[in-house]
């Protein structure tokens, strides 16, 4: 037997054929239908793309939204044997053509409210043949509709059989420097991710969960959740084009979500509308945050007040894209909810499957004391070993593992706590400073929503860190005093931010990540 992911497809398709998907609307009203609607149009929309010349190999591009077409798309271009590549929709113009040209793209399946971004980007990528518009009617742009190029389909098509090392998927990073970078996926990679998810001490997800996944279709698999809740025939529950976090509240609700995935500063918007308008989200098992390091107040907020555990995991485009979790062991599951936060603020232990180490600069594994930070540096089945068609970032890989760039200090228990990324920390007077330290700490100042704390140049010291701060409250003041002391608490004076910017929100990057390339910019700006 090959590990391929059409045996998920077929599992649930043969066993699991009444559960039901989920998908929100441009217009907000939801769309529903079984797996069995769902497995047999998967196996149309594969026919029209074989009828089209798709053939394996061949990179089919998307551009869309968390929806139930995207969510065709997921499976029935890897079990045609081409490779699906997710376009991240909030990349510049520039940077889509790019990565479209680099991808080869010669297909694209594009929502509607997207069309102008493929106006200006189509014509300047050299290999796209066809564009088909995720919608029910006409479109202005394109082939067809998705609808009528389904209807070309047979529903009884026959997958091919697929050998398990095939590329069947592709994700570029969110180039925070120079170019994206393209990672492929394997069937067997993915296969083999998607079990681990599954794990009773990973995700847990399973048949009887209600799975809605926040974090982006376009970023990283959407942290391989699609895959998964079709593996175990579980409930998806799709946001849906722009959603806020009034829609993913009213979802979880309305729909008895049991775990959902977002980004961390999802997470910060969720508790921050949860304070205006509640909502019965006790259906949660978990809310898994990701992205950056998850501050323990917000774990705090969610335990206390609505009795939400948030699971933490580290991970990237480059390690499809889970690597590590948080793993409760039983001991400290029964020493209580303090002790369960202390583990889960953390980035834990490698996935089954993943192997780890922490090197300081002379390649060296760090002690198990928590203070000695380093590199980490990961390897196993689904995590990447070279850039596609990259030769400039080869210093990123060796014998098998990749250089995260992260760095992290590594516990007794052998489970790591993310510092910084390399280019985030703050070098004062020859000493290191944690940006992710100052910003969980400033987290948990009462009157503090989040925060974002980013290095700014200064003559004497080289770098001092200053502090963006975002008040719980829309209209709130913040004493930079208060702030200065509450951080006095914890760490040494030389690192306490020389400034407290207060402002209403923190930029955002493609993928929901806090932009420090645009906070350092305004820093810069500050030391004039």
């Not at 509640?278 to 998850?294: Q, V």
């Amino acid at each position: 037997m090959q590990l391929t992911l059409k045996t998920f497809l077929e599992r649930t398709e043969s066993f699991l054929p009444q559960n039901e998907i989920v998908s929100r609307q441009a217009d907000g009203q939801l769309f529903r239908y079984h797996y069995a609607d769902y497995c047999r149009r998967t196996r149309q929309l594969a026919s029209a793309l074989a009828r089209l010349g798709v053939k394996p190999g061949d990179r089919v591009a998307t551009l869309g939204w968390n929806t139930y077409r995207h969510m065709e798309l997921y499976f029935a271009v890897p079990c045609l044997g081409a490779i699906l590549h997710t376009v991240n929709i909030r990349l510049t113009d520039e940077h889509i053509a790019y990565i479209m040209n680099h991808a080869e793209d010669v297909v694209l399946f594009v929502d509607p409210d997207l069309l102008p971004t493929v106006e200006r980007v189509a014509p300047s990528v050299r290999s796209l043949r066809h564009i088909i518009v995720m919608d029910d009617r006409p479109a202005p742009l394109g082939d067809c509709d998705y609808e009528s190029f389904l209807a070309t389909g047979d529903p009884d098509f026959a997958f091919p059989e697929i050998e398990e090392n095939s590329p069947c998927g592709m994700c570029f990073t969110s180039a925070t420097t120079g170019d994206p970078k393209g990672v492929v996926y394997t069937q067997r990679g993915l296969y083999l991710h998607t079990l681990a998810l599954c794990l009773r001490d990973v995700l847990a997800i399973s048949e009887h969960d209600t799975v809605l996944p926040v974090v982006p279709m376009f970023h990283a698999n959407s942290w391989g959740l699609p895959h998964a809740a079709v593996a175990v025939g579980a409930t998806i529950v799709l946001p849906g084009p722009h959603p806020t976090a009034a829609d993913i509240l009213d979802l979880i609700e309305a729909e008895r979500g049991t775990f959902c995935a977002a980004a961390v500063t999802i997470g910060v918007e969720l508790y921050a509308q949860l304070k205006k308008k509640p909502r019965d989200i006790s259906s949660l098992r978990g809310l898994m945050l990701g992205g950056s390091a998850t501050p323990e107040a917000l774990m705090k907020r969610f335990h206390n007040e609505y009795g939400v555990p948030i699971l933490t995991a580290w991970g990237a485009t480059e390690a499809a894209p889970l690597a590590t979790i948080t793993h409760v062991r039983r001991s400290v599951f029964e020493a209580g909810p303090e002790e369960r936060i202390k583990v889960r603020i953390r980035q834990g232990i490698p996935v089954p499957g993943v192997e780890l180490k922490v090197l300081d600069d002379c390649g060296k594994p760090v002690p198990r004391d928590d203070r000695h930070p380093g590199e980490v540096h990961v390897r196993g089945p689904w995590i990447a070993t070279e850039y596609y068609r990259d030769k400039r970032s080869r210093d990123s890989f060796a014998d098998g593992w990749w250089r995260s760039g992260d760095i992290a200090t590594q516990g007794s228990d052998g489970s790591i706590r993310l510092v910084d990324r390399a280019k985030d920390l703050v070098k004062s007077g020859g000493e290191w400073i944690s940006s992710v330290d100052l910003e969980n700490e400033l987290a948990a100042c009462p009157g503090v929503l989040e925060a974002a704390v980013v290095a700014m140049p200064d003559a004497r010291w080289q770098e001092r860190p200053v502090a963006f701060v975002v008040p719980l409250q829309e209209s709130g003041e913040l004493d930079p005093d208060i702030l200065s002391a509450w951080l006095a608490r914890r760490f040494a004076k030389w690192w306490i931010p020389d400034r407290f910017v207060v402002v209403a929100a923190l930029p955002k990057t493609g993928v929901g990540k806090v932009d420090k390339r645009t906070l350092r910019e305004r820093a810069a700006g500050l030391a004039l």
